[in-house]
């Protein structure tokens, strides 16, 4: 952020920690100066109390001082926000609108912030990292925009690593395994589970999954996806044949609801609340990190291929829109059936 010196401003911290800005010439009285130098709305001020012209009244502040809510609210009329291009701007502010709406920390303190707190923020995204990681870039813009404005004095952005963008881990026979093993059938950890791993779905559609979907031993699903967040349906219907894994887990399952999953008051899980429960589901089970939800649909992906799925055998279960994701593990899969022919023939030749 550049630096703007103008004849005639004090600037000082108050209590809470925000910077204020006031126009005194000589022993004059002090005109207090809204947002930020540079912005549109102090430079009006400025030239007024230059002028000895009486300031209007300020329009009230969003949110306390030192608050996120206000440090939005300077960010967004600041010179670092005016000099980008509109769409980027509209982008910017959606994001980190969506960000603190999300979180419920727009009275919370910037000051407060710290590093474990973006990290469970960012966990909470992780099905979706090109958002997570779009996210942390804006978050690194706004913060390192607070330290130059005065709300905290560090950046706890440092080092925080981005998702490798779309390369989620497929889960392993044993990492399945031990989840299993952990969550046996009749828990809802279970159920859940089971229908992640046997649908070959995303969070946001088994959540939705109800009992009147199935009809004939068959699920029907109408596919939603996240989209910076935010749910959107992408118009398609699959139909998934009930594995014998799923259906034993489903027999076994309390049936209290209409919606298969529901939390412990009964209630249908949103995506958001479902993904934070799925994870602790996971690290209690004693998983690494690198296991999370959306690598069950990979999983199942997985065991299509090495059952000999064709490419669009495989995307009739999962509803990918493209083959492409869908060919890399028939790809994978048919390597290492070649390989391990090739290296027989090897060991037969002595």
Known sequence: MSKIRLKYVDRFTDRHGSVRYYFRRGKGARVPLPGLPGSSEFMAAYQSAAD????????????????????????????????MKQTTQQHYRATLERWILMEKIGHRSVSGMRREHI???????????????????????????????????????????????????????????????????????????????????????VVKMARTDIDDNVIQVSQQKTGSQVLQKTGSKVWIPIHQNLKLALDAAEKNHIVILTTTRGKPFTAKGFGEWMAKNIDNAGLPNRCVPHGLRKA??????????????????????SLKEVERYTREVEQKRLAKAAMLKVSEQG
């Open 52 to 83: 000895g012209i009486e300031p209007p009244k300020a329009k009230p502040q969003r949110g306390e001082p030192g608050t996120f809510d206000r440090l939005i609210s300077d960010y967004l009329v600041s010179s670092d926000f005016a000099r």
């Open 119 to 205: 990290k469970i923020m960012l966990a909470k995204r992780a099905d979706t990292p090109g958002a997570a990681n779009d996210l942390l870039k804006k978050m690194r813009v706004l913060i390192r925009f607070s330290i130059d404005a005065g709300y905290r004095p560090d950046d706890p952005t440092l080092r925080i690593k981005r998702f490798a963008s779309g390369e989620h881990h497929t889960w392993t026979e044993d990492e399945i395994a031990t989840y299993e093993k952990k969550w046996p059938i009749g828990t809802r950890e279970r159920t859940a589970f089971s229908l992640l791993l046997n649908t070959g779905q995303r969070s946001s559609d």
């Open 300 to 321: 199942a992906a997985r065991r299509l291929a090495e059952a000999g799925c064709s490419a669009h055998e495989i995307q009739s279960i999962t509803g990918h829109k």
